[in-house]
């Protein structure tokens, strides 16, 4: 401010004594005032006034100016930074990507074999489940079957039995049989009938 002002003094002092010089040639020249000195006199105020409102307005102004710039190249900064992080990371990703994959294929062929082995371990113990079932089955079906042939093979024998012993009874061989069976009877402890 002070400076301002200073400048300011200094300007008008200037151009007051060019216009007096001025003024003490055209009175000894024969009183006639220049007309070039007075537009001088006139454009040096007038240079001095826009200075002076220049001086006064534009510095706020452009430190305004100033600060909105800053303030924007630094969010631009930000952001640059931010996009580079960010850039850096899914570059970081992409070179790890790879070997992602690489174990997932590996992790995958392993859980393939794995599977693979249990299944072929569920197969085994299953097929000897139904082995073990199946004879079990047999056995007990063809000790099913030499029962049921004892008991047909007893059951033709006795008939076959009934049918010689039809063909060979008489009268007189039934007789016998019952005499001899009442006295077997008897001796026992029974009376003959």
């Given at each position: 401010m002070r400076r301002t002002g200073n400048l300011l003094?200094?300007?008008?002092?200037?151009?007051?004594?060019?216009?007096?010089?001025a003024a003490e040639r055209?009175?000894?020249?024969?009183g006639h005032?220049?007309?070039?000195?007075?537009?001088?006199?006139?454009?040096v105020l007038l240079a001095a006034g826009l200075g002076w409102l220049m001086y006064r307005l534009l510095p706020p102004f452009f430190r305004g100016r100033t600060r909105s710039i800053q303030k924007e190249i630094?969010?631009?900064?930000?952001?640059?930074?931010?996009?580079?992080?960010?850039?850096?990371?899914?570059?970081?990703?992409?070179?790890?990507?790879?070997?992602?994959i690489a174990?997932?294929?590996?992790?995958?062929?392993?859980?393939l074999v794995a599977e693979?082995?249990?299944?072929?371990?569920?197969?085994?113990?299953?097929?000897?489940?139904?082995?073990a079932n199946a004879k079990g089955e047999i056995a007990s079906a063809l000790t099913q079957a030499r029962r049921e042939l004892r008991a047909f093979a007893a059951e033709l024998a006795v008939d076959l039995a009934r049918r010689k012993m039809e063909e060979r009874m008489t009268p007189e061989i039934q007789e016998r049989l019952v005499n001899s069976l009442a006295d077997s009877l008897e001796r026992r402890g029974g009376k003959r009938v």
């Amino acid at each position: 401010m002070r400076r301002t002002g200073n400048l300011l003094a200094l300007v008008f002092l200037c151009a007051v004594s060019v216009a007096l010089a001025a003024a003490e040639r055209d009175a000894a020249g024969g009183g006639h005032f220049n007309l070039e000195l007075w537009k001088t006199v006139n454009f040096v105020l007038l240079a001095a006034g826009l200075g002076w409102l220049m001086y006064r307005l534009l510095p706020p102004f452009f430190r305004g100016r100033t600060r909105s710039i800053q303030k924007e190249i630094a969010e631009a900064q930000e952001l640059k930074e931010k996009a580079e992080a960010r850039t850096a990371e899914m570059e970081r990703r992409m070179a790890n990507l790879e070997h992602q994959i690489a174990e997932l294929r590996e992790a995958a062929k392993a859980e393939l074999v794995a599977e693979e082995a249990r299944i072929q371990q569920e197969t085994e113990w299953a097929a000897a489940r139904l082995e073990a079932n199946a004879k079990g089955e047999i056995a007990s079906a063809l000790t099913q079957a030499r029962r049921e042939l004892r008991a047909f093979a007893a059951e033709l024998a006795v008939d076959l039995a009934r049918r010689k012993m039809e063909e060979r009874m008489t009268p007189e061989i039934q007789e016998r049989l019952v005499n001899s069976l009442a006295d077997s009877l008897e001796r026992r402890g029974g009376k003959r009938v």
